[in-house]
T-cell receptor
C-alpha cells in the first residue's frame, strides 16, 4: 500500500459526459501528479500540482482539468468524454516538486461507452 | 526533448534465468533515473533509483547502474522468479523541471 488513495476504482459512463476523479496523496506529500495509461499510448504524464499550484503540464487535453485543494487532495475533471478517453488514470504523489520518487495510487479505470 | 527508450516486450524467461531489460535515455542536464514495476491490476511501485553517474540502485535482487557514457540504465536480476512477472518502466526526471518521463514499459513473463 503506497498511501495514495484514489476514488472511484471503476467508472463507466457515456460519451459526452463529465466525470471527476479524486486523489488523496500520502501524508506529508505536497506534489500530486496525474497520468493516463492506455494500451496504445502507454503511460502519459498529464499534469502536476505542488502545494495547490500547477507546476507542470504534459499531454493534457483542453477537455481535461485538474486542481489541488488546500487539504492537498486533487481532482481530475474529464469532460465531453470520448471513447478514446477510456483508460486507467493514475495519481501519484511525492514530497517535493522536483526529482523525487513518486508513489502511485491504485488507479481509476474509466470506461466510456 | 528528454526521452526514455526501453526494449520491446514481452520478455519471456524460465524461472532462475538471468534478466536484462535495456533502457537508454536522452536528457539535457543531469537526470535522476528510476525503475518502476507494475504488477497486474496495481499501480506503479518504485523498484530502484540512481541520482548520479556510476550510482548503482538495487532492491529485491534487481540492480541497475547509471552509465553516463552510454546514457543507459539497464535493469538486471541474476535469477528471476515467477513472482517477478510484471511490467517494468524506466523513467527519468531532471532537476529544474518537474516532469517525469516514462518509457513505454517492458512486460516480463516468468514461467515455472
Amino acid at each position: 500500500d503506497s498511501g495514495v488513495t484514489q476514488t472511484p476504482k471503476h467508472l463507466i459512463t457515456a460519451t459526452g459526459q463529465r466525470v471527476t476523479l479524486r486523489c488523496s496523496p500520502r501524508s506529508g506529500d505536497l506534489s500530486v501528479y496525474w497520468y493516463q495509461q492506455s494500451l496504445d499510448q502507454g503511460l502519459q504524464f498529464l499534469i502536476q500540482y505542488y502545494n495547490g499550484e500547477e507546476r507542470a503540464k504534459g499531454n493534457i487535453l483542453e477537455r481535461f482539468s485538474a486542481q489541488q485543494f488546500p487539504d492537498l487532495h486533487s481532482e481530475l475533471n474529464l469532460s465531453s468524454l470520448e471513447l478514446g478517453d477510456s483508460a486507467l488514470y493514475f495519481c501519484a504523489s511525492s514530497v517535493g516538486a522536483g526529482s523525487n520518487e513518486q508513489y502511485f495510487g491504485p488507479g481509476t479505470r474509466l470506461t466510456v461507452t | 526533448g528528454d526521452s526514455v527508450t526501453q526494449m520491446e516486450g514481452p520478455v519471456t524467461l524460465s524461472e532462475e534465468a538471468f534478466l536484462t531489460i535495456n533502457c537508454t535515455y536522452t536528457a539535457t542536464g543531469y537526470p535522476s533515473l528510476f525503475w518502476y514495476v507494475q504488477y497486474p491490476g496495481e499501480g506503479l511501485q518504485l523498484l530502484l533509483k540512481a541520482t548520479k553517474a556510476d550510482d548503482k540502485g538495487s532492491n529485491k535482487g534487481f540492480e541497475a547502474t547509471y552509465r553516463k557514457e552510454t546514457t543507459s540504465f539497464h535493469l538486471e536480476k541474476g535469477s528471476v522468479q515467477v513472482s517477478d512477472s510484471a511490467v517494468y518502466f524506466c523513467a527519468l526526471t531532471t532537476s529544474g523541471t518537474y516532469k517525469y518521463i516514462f518509457g513505454t514499459g517492458t512486460r516480463l513473463k516468468v514461467l515455472a
